[in-house]
């Protein structure tokens, strides 16, 4: 080949190259994709939507005169949208009356009740994103459904007008369009604004489905994603500021959950509805206490993750009551759905996308929901009474009449009490065996006067014991006489109390810490008192202050929820409980007092395979104790060995 050529070539082989490179090289980089972001809207929103866009004249009916002959007119009423042979169909009471008018009168009155059956076929007008509908295939029918032929000439002559104004029907989905830009941009991390910025430019309409329970109407957005390259990162140990945003962040989840079940406060929500509620509140709680208890955290990921199983369980309920609110703005609720929806979306893309849950994000979701442009999302301790009530748990406890201090106060070491003082210290050390209880720090400072009774004494232990258990045998005993639980059960359950306060604290709520008395904390200092109350997972149900300076209520508290989990999660299972045995049936209540609602089956998937948690085999431990009367085992983790 000549020297000329060659070049030639080779100048052409480097071009080819170098195109290919452009045209696939950067592929393996990023790669585009069209979402499809449904903005769903049920039947009996739809309606409403209908009514009152259609049904003006008074009374919420629909009414024609024929302008030839005002002997002849119609009233169409109660109009009923549903899903019927897979097409939508709309039904309404129509009365029409015909005659011949003669000066001021009308001959041969003629007056006939039935319905008018019509299927509207939706579509999106794209300039304006106004939902339309096309009506079609008009039927008139008798009370009692059949064809109603005898009466088609007087539909005749109102057909034209009706459809025409059923055409007119133009429901602008705008508003809740609008806000899907704003709340996305709020949940996008800061490295990735500008590419979900490129998607929300890129919204528009998309096509209609129409299903059994709803209309959705799709929002097509186009986003670039990178190829995901290597390994996701693995968890990393958060520095103290990251650990605080983490939390912070987490609380106003917490908080936007909770706002969410408030706006259901008012609804006729069914028993199994309030056991939904309770599993999601209780389940996204336990998951982030068992976050916390690990040193490293996925911060972005696992609120969204919280935010996506959360939804998936309470869309459903929200969806049928906030729907058929009439005093609730439609515009508002759709907003609402559709960004949560939205988010869900989102999350099957992966951290890829940059979706991140932001406070400012959940702010402006729960405001849609509760139609307050003021509302500002809290994470506060105060006991909510709506929040019991919606979940199913009743009026709050009442608080026994037990004084607390509220100042610290160093102990007399001068006085008698400091025997006690250094036997709780050594105490302390024993406690950080899990073989003895879980509870092992001490949290803030409360006074002494009040308190010093129950500090157990190094020596004679059984006088302390004693009380403690008869504020546990006589708080049961008055909550078993109101209690659903069946009375072949109130041994059994008695039994499951004593032995889970002996798991939790070893039957203390207070120890010295550094010369001073506080209420006893778990490890992760999220547990407080005698029975171990996790103060975040059972926020706003129960007096945070009293849980931890009175050991009353927090026996209380302590019993009220293992009544709680033994009559909504075990007795519901009655095959599963008689399978269980007695013994089986107390380390399965203890399971779920432990470690939440999703232990009831985690509990029996380890008795199958015989793979048990160490909670589970102490607690064994203390219960058999607790029905043989080995009460003399109190000292190894009272007063040590």
């Avoid at 001021?104 to 300039?127: A, K, M």
């Avoid at 996204?284 to 206490?289: E, G, I, M, S």
């Avoid at 059984?462 to 209690?483: C, D, H």
């Avoid at 299972?573 to 432990?594: E, F, H, P, Q």
Wanted: include cysteine.
């Amino acid at each position: 080949m000549k020297p000329n050529l060659m070049n030639k070539a080779l100048h052409l082989i480097v071009w080819l190259f170098i195109m290919l490179v452009c045209l696939f090289g950067f592929q393996g980089n990023a790669s585009g994709k069209t979402l499809n972001f449904p903005l769903r809207i049920d039947y009996p929103l739809l309606q409403s939507l209908m009514v009152n866009s259609l049904f003006t004249d008074e009374g919420s009916v629909l009414r024609r005169v024929d302008p030839a002959d005002t002997c002849r007119h119609i009233t169409l009423s109660d109009p009923r949208l549903s899903w019927k042979n897979n097409q939508l169909q709309l039904e309404m009471a129509v009365n029409m009356q015909g005659g011949t008018k003669v000066g001021d009168n009308c001959l041969f009155p003629v007056r006939w009740s039935g319905y008018i059956r019509t299927h509207p076929r939706p579509y999106i007008n794209h300039t304006n994103w106004h939902l339309m509908f096309d009506w079609q295939d008009t039927e008139l029918l008798k009370k009692n459904r059949e064809p109603a032929r005898v009466m088609n000439k007087l539909w005749g002559v109102f057909e034209g007008p009706v459809l025409t104004h059923l055409n007119s029907l133009s429901i602008d989905l705008n508003p809740p369009v609008a806000e899907l830009p704003a709340f996305l941009l709020d949940m996008a991390a800061p490295a990735y604004r500008a590419r979900i910025k490129n998607l929300v430019n890129s919204l528009k309409p998309g096509g209609i489905k129409a299903t059994p329970k709803a209309l959705t109407v799709y929002i097509l957005g186009d986003v670039t994603i990178p190829d995901k390259s290597g390994e996701e990162a693995a968890p990393a140990t958060l520095s103290e500021e990251e650990l605080e945003n983490f939390m912070g962040t987490w609380e106003t989840w917490d908080a936007f959950l909770v706002n969410t079940l408030l706006s259901l406060s008012d609804k006729p929500l069914t028993s199994q509805e309030r056991q939904v509620l309770l599993d999601v509140l209780l389940g996204t709680r336990y998951r982030f206490a068992a976050e916390l208890s690990t040193d490293k955290h996925r911060p972005n990921d696992f609120v969204r993750e919280q935010f996506v199983w959360a939804w998936q369980r309470l869309a459903p309920i929200l969806r049928k009551h906030l729907s058929e609110d009439p005093d609730r703005d439609p515009w508002a609720y759709l907003s609402f759905l559709t960004a949560s929806d939205a988010l869900s979306v989102m999350d099957k893309l992966g951290p890829a996308i940059g979706i991140d849950i932001s406070r400012n994000g959940l702010i402006r979701l729960a405001r849609m929901v509760s139609q307050n442009e003021n509302l500002i999302l809290h994470y506060k301790p105060a006991v909510i009474p709506m929040l019991r009530n919606i979940l199913g748990l009743g009026p709050p406890l009442e608080i026994p009449n037990f004084a607390a201090g509220k100042e610290p106060l160093k102990l007399n070491r001068k006085s008698t009490d400091l025997d006690a003082q250094r036997s709780l210290m050594s105490a302390v050390k024993n406690m950080l065996s899990p073989r003895q209880c879980w509870a092992s720090t001490p949290g803030a400072l409360p006074g002494i006067k009040e308190l010093r009774q129950w500090l157990p004494p190094k020596q004679s232990i059984e006088p302390y014991f004693q009380k403690v258990k008869a504020i546990l045998v006589e708080t049961n005993q008055k909550n078993l006489r109101k209690s659903a639980i069946p009375a072949k059960y109130h041994n059994l359950f008695q039994q499951v109390v004593l032995a889970t306060a002996w798991q939790e604290t070893c039957f203390r709520q207070f120890i010295v810490d550094d010369g001073k008395l506080t209420f006893i904390r778990s490890y992760n200092n999220t547990s407080v008192g005698l029975m171990q109350i996790n103060e975040r997972v059972w926020r706003g149900m129960y007096n945070i202050q009293h849980l931890r300076w009175n050991i009353h209520y927090n026996a209380k508290a302590g019993i009220d929820i293992l009544d709680n989990y033994f009559t909504k999660y075990a007795l519901p299972k009655s095959r599963t409980v008689a399978s269980l045995g007695k013994d089986g049936l107390a380390a399965c209540i203890y399971a779920m007092y432990n470690g939440g609602p999703s232990q009831f089956s985690g509990y029996l998937k380890r008795r199958q395979t015989g793979r048990f948690y160490k909670t589970d085999k102490h607690f064994k431990e203390k219960y058999n104790w607790v029905i043989n009367n080995q009460w003399e085992r109190l000292s190894d983790c009272l007063v040590g060995k």
